[in-house]
């Protein structure tokens, strides 16, 4: 049995994000101003907050976008004893640590195909030896589970999909990757009721299945009502100013954030 | 001595360039004995000399003659890219590398078997070919059909063949798509033409592999005009497939060739071209095909190599019924110019053509396209579909696109969409957050801009231009 030390988390120390102004060129703004935060193995972690406050920065910034860049502060993997720091790293490099998120606008690229793209990267890992039968099959099934067309594997990626297709199709790539560090970005919104049920389904299969450390940032609590997170964080204002239990997202929703800002 | 000293100091420096284009796989040189080579330059003594050695009839000693005569007082093209670069008198008009065309492996010269075994012709054809084809220089030196095929009637030999063989055959076909009077380049072609295939299908004849034809010039300021001539009679099938590529020289090359192809009624006609000329070649052709009733023709046209390439391949559907389509690939890196596009022209009644044109440019290169889209009054009911995607990967390249679309009969449908396109960070960004590594994302973009047309190729020819287009953009 695993001890508690040599869990699997994602460690956030201190983090400070700035981006460029995109009125004035040569000044940043800073977005996030010191967030702390240390998501385990077998933990969900929901961030939510007002629009504006950094949810979707953090996230770009965990995951290595080049637009963001951490003036302060670390983030750190910790995969059994080893812990990594990620600040340097390419999101390249930081996706082969097993970190992984899913986009609030997924990205397209024409011409593409899914199925070109998870074989060449599945190549490049080499670890796992698997034929392209097996992958196909793996790919078939998981698709299956999450509604979609066949057929999707050979379109370019998020070509001309809808909506709530692309974030299906987030979630696919996730099950498919096998990431051990997960952040989800609004993966509920564009979402109709079904599609929703079955985006959170998936999600606990694989995080039932994997015991992933998981961060959900989401404006709504009905997903949560889905998933139930083991904490919830209110980012305002690049800071988080409040955490707690599953209650919190309730509490939020029915009385929104200006009147938690007052409390 | 001072020219054995010259020729050294010249080949050292094209060895430089060689390094220098470490990534052109194709940029070695052999060592050849020529048979014969006519001295540099151009005049109505060389175009009579070459068709005398050629044993060739009056009638087409005179059209040589006329042709050079139409060359000379043409001026060049008044579009396009800048061919100033063009010395006509430092080119050598025609070099014979051997006495004749071989239909035996074993039996071409050493030398220049070890060139197209370097460059794996032989192994193709024995794996994925009806027959093929290879020029060397000025004229080709192999050719060989599949037996079955010449049963049938097939006819795949090379021109200068075809002259000789079939006299009255090609003389009703030769020159009559593209006249010698055409623009200037058809003009020096019809001139000084040399090798280049010649192919009849019988009717109702199914040629299910491809014929393939193969391009190498091998010396320095070398200028090649094949000339190919296809007749697919009715109710035939062909797919024809031609490569090229040179050596890397200081000085420049000259390739100018002319293509005609004779797509009768209920025949279907695919010319497929994968071009990789070094960077030191002009490549400047005129390719064009009639469809009849109900016929189809395809050209699949993929340019990754030369300096400039002047290329619009074009079909004219004569025929009620018929079908034209043109899908394109350019990539233009460095200096290179690829000025391609294609031009189709709607004469008969329900006729139908598509276009898809796809250029990439990088560095300081320009891939443009250029394009004629005309209906004429005859045309009833005529539909096209055109489409140009550029991608552009540094601030310095540049695209063009410059479709002219003229149409006289007011039941025709044509529609034009044209759009730009750049890597952009969030594309990189998700695709690296996926696992892959900054370059391969990269190439993977262009290979998914590309994949429309490359998936259409012969898969020897995709796995090439794909290993190309990698090559290309790194």
Not at chain 1, 90 to 114: C, T, W, Y
Not at chain 1, 125 to 130: D, F, R
Not at chain 1, 157 to 185: C, R, T, V, Y
Not at chain 2, 405 to 425: G, M
């Amino acid at each position: 049995m695993a001890t508690k030390s040599s869990k699997n988390s994602l460690i956030i120390k201190n983090l400070h994000v700035e981006t460029e102004d995109k009125t004035n060129r040569k000044s940043k703004k800073e977005i996030l101003k010191g967030v702390d935060l240390e998501i385990k193995e077998g933990e969900i972690h929901a961030i939510m907050g007002p629009n504006g406050s950094g949810k979707s920065t953090l996230l770009n910034a965990l995951m290595g976008h080049p637009s963001y860049q951490i003036s302060e502060g670390t983030i750190q993997l910790k995969t059994g004893d080893k812990t990594k720091k990620l600040n340097d790293l390419k999101a390249d490099e930081r996706a082969n640590l097993g970190l992984f998120m899913a986009f609030q606008h997924p990205i397209e690229v024409p011409g593409l195909s899914f199925l070109h793209m998870l074989r060449t990267i599945k190549n490049l890992k080499g670890t796992e030896k698997q034929s392209l039968e097996e992958l196909l099959e793996e790919l078939q099934i998981e698709l299956k589970k999450l509604k979609i067309d066949e057929k999707a594997l050979e379109r370019g990626i998020n070509e001309g999909f809808s909506g709530g297709e692309k974030k299906k199709l987030e979630i696919f790539q996730m099950k498919i990757l096998k990431p051990n560090f997960i952040l989800l970005d609004e993966i509920d919104s564009g979402l109709d009721i079904d599609s929703l049920k079955i985006v959170a389904e998936n999600i606990k299969e694989y995080f039932k299945k994997y015991s992933p450390a998981m961060i959900i940032i989401t404006h709504y609590a009905r997903i949560l009502k889905f998933i139930e997170p083991h904490k919830v964080h209110i980012l305002s204002d690049g800071k988080i100013i409040k955490s707690g239990g599953k209650a919190l997202a309730h509490t939020l929703e029915k009385h929104g954030y200006k009147e938690l800002n007052d409390k | 001595m001072h020219s054995k000293s010259s020729r050294k100091e010249e080949k050292s420096q094209a060895q430089k360039i060689n390094t220098l284009f470490t990534n052109y796989k194709y940029g070695f040189h052999t060592d050849t004995k020529s048979k014969l080579v006519i001295p540099k330059g151009l005049n109505e003594k060389i175009v009579r000399q070459i068709s005398k050695i050629k044993e060739e009839p009056k009638w087409m000693t005179d059209y040589r003659v006329k042709a050079y005569k139409e060359f000379v007082k043409r001026p060049m093209p008044n579009f396009g890219p800048s061919l100033e670069g063009i010395n006509f008198d430092d080119i050598h008009y025609y070099i014979r590398p051997q006495d004749k065309t071989q239909n035996k492996w074993e039996d071409v010269p050493a030398e220049i078997k070890e060139t197209f075994d370097r460059l794996g012709i032989p192994e193709h054809e024995k794996r994925s070919l009806a027959g093929s084809g290879a020029q060397f220089e000025s004229e080709m030196i192999y050719h060989s059909i599949k037996e079955s095929l010449s049963k049938k009637g097939v006819i795949f030999d090379s021109i200068d063949q075809g002259l000789k063989k079939y006299p009255e055959l090609f003389k009703e076909y030769f020159g009559t798509i593209v006249p010698y009077d055409d623009n200037k380049f058809s003009a020096l072609n019809s001139a000084v033409w040399s090798g280049g295939s010649f192919i009849y299908i019988p009717k109702n004849t199914y040629v299910d592999l491809p014929l393939q034809a193969y391009f190498r010039i091998n010396t320095e300021s070398m200028g090649q005009f094949e000339r190919t001539l296809i007749i697919a009679d009715e109710g035939s099938f062909l797919h024809y497939i031609e490569g090229c590529t040179a050596p890397v020289y200081s000085k420049d090359s000259l390739h100018s060739a002319v293509v005609e192809i004779i797509v009768k009624k209920n025949a279907h006609v695919q010319y497929t071209t994968v071009q990789n000329w070094s960077l030191n070649v002009y490549n400047l052709v005129t390719k064009r095909a009639y469809a009849y009733e109900n016929a189809e023709m395809i050209w699949l046209d993929c340019n990754v190599g030369s300096k400039i390439t002047m290329k619009y391949p074009s079909i004219y559907l004569v025929g009620d019924n018929s079908k034209g389509e043109i899908k394109s690939l350019a990539m233009a890196k460095d200096n290179q110019c690829q000025d391609t596009g294609g031009k189709i022209i709607h004469m008969g009644k329900n006729t139908t053509s598509k276009i898809i044109a796809k250029s990439i440019c990088k560095d300081h290169g320009n891939a443009s396209y250029r394009g004629l889209l005309k209906a004429t009054k005859s045309a009833r009911n005529s539909f096209n579909y055109s489409k140009c995607d550029a991608l552009i990967l540094s601030p310095e390249a540049r695209s063009d696109t410059i479709p002219k679309i003229s149409i006289d009969d007011p039941t025709a449908s044509i529609a034009h969409e044209a759009s730009i396109f750049k890597i952009d960070d969030s594309q990189l960004f998700y695709l690296m957050s996926r696992g892959l590594p900054q370059d391969t994302a990269v190439s993977e973009i262009v290979n998914g801009f590309a994949n429309p047309i490359v998936s259409e190729l012969p898969m020897e020819y995709a796995i090439e231009l794909k290993r190309l287009l990698e090559i290309e953009t790194e």
